[in-house]
């Protein structure tokens, strides 16, 4: 069966810290991968996107992605996070011929000062 | 540029009254549309989605119902809401074809008393 599973919860980080959060993806096909930021209240938001190719692709806001097959994974960075980084944040996959995207569960992060 | 609109932001219903969520996506032609259900605490969860005009595909067995009577308009709606349908509704729009993003609107807050 097809899963995305964040296997962090909850994270807490200090302003100016590195972050890192974690995605993993049990798929047969060859995916494609999101992940999104969601504000409290808010509706989700695109940070980046991978289909093809290079396999570290860089978004919004600061962050980068790394695609890596051999260990399905697909986590997200930010080298110094910034206390307006609170929120939940989402990873998405999809595959070829299908038009849905099955969501993780999310990972909240905190940011202290 | 595409944006995309859900009213009302935040409603509270009765047990057993009616619901009619509207979603209305706007600087794009034949979207794909969306809705999910984000429970307190839990990840998305796909209601419902669209490719056309009266194209409705379910995805959960439940008492809502999704309508698409315009090409940039989805509703969800519901004859008789039960306190499980509490939570945070999210309506989204994609490109048609393979491997796009979702785009999403900022959600509707359903409290049922």
């Known amino acids: 069966a097809q899963s995305v599973t964040q296997p962090d919860i909850h994270i807490t980080v200090s302003e100016g810290a590195s972050l890192e959060l974690r995605c993993n993806y049990s798929?047969?096909?060859?995916?494609?991968l999101f992940w999104y930021v969601q504000s409290p209240g808010q509706g989700l938001q695109l940070l980046l996107k991978?289909?093809?190719?290079?396999?570290l692709v860089q978004g919004i806001k600061g962050f980068e992605a790394e695609f890596k097959r051999s260990q399905s994974s697909f986590n997200l960075r930010k080298p110094s996070v910034h206390w307006s980084d609170a929120a939940e944040y989402f990873c998405?996959?999809?595959?070829?011929?299908?038009?849905?995207?099955?969501f993780g569960a999310g990972t909240t992060v905190t940011v202290r000062a | 540029s595409q944006t995309i609109h859900q009213w009302p932001a935040t409603l509270v219903q009765p047990v057993g009254s009616p619901l009619s969520l509207e979603c209305t996506v706007e600087?794009?032609?034949?979207?794909?549309l969306y809705w999910y259900r984000q429970a307190a605490g839990r990840g998305l969860q796909l209601l419902f989605y669209?490719?056309?005009?009266?194209?409705i595909s379910s995805e959960v067995p439940q008492n809502l119902s999704a309508s698409r009577p315009q090409d940039r308009q989805f509703i969800l709606s519901s004859k008789k809401l039960l306190l499980s349908d509490s939570g945070f509704y999210l309506c989204?729009?994609?490109?048609?074809?393979?491997?796009?993003?979702?785009?999403f609107g900022d959600g509707t807050r359903l409290s049922i008393l």
């Open positions: 600087g794009t032609s034949n979207p794909n």
């Open positions: 989204a729009w994609s490109v048609q074809s393979d491997n796009q993003p979702q785009h």
């Open positions: 798929y047969g096909a060859t995916p494609y």
């Open positions: 991978y289909f093809s190719g290079d396999t």
């Open positions: 998405a996959v999809g595959f070829y011929g299908d038009y849905k995207l099955s």
């Open positions: 669209s490719v056309g005009i009266g194209q």
